[in-house]
């Protein structure tokens, strides 16, 4: 890794990227310690002592990059933005016309983009009036009048709408992964906390031998889930085509073999950060409705907060894990569902003269297409569970809470790691290509 930024370092197009990138983080950070003007900034920690049980925003304030607790201007940071883009990819499958304008190529992806941002910029509308006029009445605000609610609206609004602009340049002037690189800053940014964490529960107040057991344990630990993420992600099952000659003029041309990869996890990060932001919802908005944690409905809500998991003093709560596991296998199809269609696959193959080998073309080429995509689905999304729900096991025994580098966090952490140094090293590629030519 190292190599490959000194490499890419050393190339002046490639160096400004990744600048330009550092230098949008640096922004993102300093956005994260600016308060929202008239708010009570210590509001949500005296909020969360007090309701206890309900400790689920430990997965919303890990995105945010501690933004929420503090009641910074990007208090709700890209939360909207993934939210509507759950919304939309469902419409796409509901509304025909949206899944029309979704096939049509680069000009849909932008379409569809341009959708997205609209319904963030609502929802952003929606979830900061509902923080101001919930809240502000409680104490989040100092002075609880119209001035102040709209204030609180606009500032959190136009701080998504920031980020999600950031994002966007990220991508397109930066190395690219633009809104996952806001998310993966928001939670390595909890890194110090994680650490004192572990510190204050395995450490401190120990024996040397047991520290240096503990120290060995959590590094072989970390390690191990991180080097099992990266085979996961890279993981593939390829399918062989072979393409059967034909004649092209006075030439026999054809013939050649080929494959179609399938990634093991096919749909990447999507289905753990679409069911964690789902759970999360219900539990925000819980404590807006002033829900206790000690009452019927916070016990219900309980379950919702990975926090609550696997503790061997109480088990009712485990029942969410169950919830969670079932989200994320229904994403990781819903959303490979959406971006490989068997049957369009199936239909350019035999166009192009192409067959998998025993299998007929055509309907029975979808038929098998869709039989190897389901089991490679299938295990993509106990691979991806296995990554998550080990973690969650351990923190909830030993009663640690939520640590950014463990579970649905570090899987986000690797993937989006993996996939920028993948789009650094195609970027170095394509610029040799480039220096090749012109020599």
């Given amino acids: 890794m190292w190599k490959l930024l000194k490499n890419a370092w050393r190339v002046d197009e490639v160096r400004k990227k990744l600048i330009f990138t550092f230098l949008m983080l640096i922004v993102i950070r300093l956005g994260s310690t600016i308060p929202i003007p008239g708010v009570n900034a210590y509001y949500f920690e005296f909020l969360f002592s007090a309701i206890g049980g309900l400790d689920g925003f430990g997965w919303f304030n890990a995105m945010t990059g501690g933004s929420f607790s503090q009641l910074s201007v990007f208090a709700l940071s890209i939360s909207p933005y993934i939210t509507s883009s759950i919304i939309i990819q469902l419409l796409t499958i509901a509304i025909p016309a949206l899944e029309e304008i979704q096939k049509d190529g680069e000009t849909g992806r932008k379409k569809i983009a341009e959708y997205t941002r609209y319904m963030t910029v609502a929802l952003a509308l929606i979830e900061s009036a509902a923080m101001a006029i919930g809240f502000g009445g409680q104490g989040l605000l100092y002075d609880y009048n119209v001035g102040s609610i709209i204030v609180c609206v606009i500032t959190m609004t136009a701080g998504t709408a920031i980020l999600m602009w950031i994002g966007e340049q990220i991508t397109d002037k930066g190395i690219g992964n633009g809104i996952s690189m806001v998310l993966l800053f928001n939670i390595l940014s909890s890194l110090p906390t994680d650490v004192s964490t572990l510190y204050y529960s395995f450490i401190s107040g120990k024996s040397v031998p047991m520290i240096v057991l503990a120290l060995v344990i959590i590094l072989v630990a970390v390690i191990a889930l991180i080097v099992y993420t990266i085979v996961l992600n890279d993981a593939t099952r390829n399918i062989p085509v072979q393409y059967s000659r034909k004649m092209q003029g006075r030439r026999l041309v054809g013939g050649q073999n080929s494959n179609i990869p399938l990634k093991v996890n096919t749909a990447g990060v999507i289905p753990v950060i679409f069911a964690s932001s789902i759970m999360s919802m219900p539990v925000v908005v819980g404590s807006f409705l002033g829900v206790s944690g000690t009452s019927t409905a916070g016990r219900i809500l309980s379950i919702l907060s990975s926090n609550n998991w696997c503790n061997p003093r109480d088990l009712f709560p485990t029942i969410g894990l ?118």
């Fill in 322 to 439: 169950l919830i969670y596991i079932a989200l994320v296998v229904l994403f990781a199809y819903f959303y490979t569902s959406i971006t490989f269609n068997p049957l369009e696959i199936a239909n350019n193959m035999k166009k192009n003269g192409g067959f998998i080998p025993g299998v007929r073309p055509g309907k029975p080429t979808s038929d098998y297409l869709s039989h190897i995509l389901n089991y490679v689905i299938f295990i993509g999304a106990i691979g991806l569970l296995i990554a998550c729900v080990t973690p969650m096991i351990v923190t909830g025994v030993f009663g640690m809470g939520h640590l950014s580098f463990t579970g649905t966090s570090l899987i986000i952490i690797v993937s989006v790691i993996v996939e920028t140094i993948k789009s650094i090293e195609s970027q170095l590629l394509v610029r040799n290509y480039k220096g090749f030519l012109n020599d």
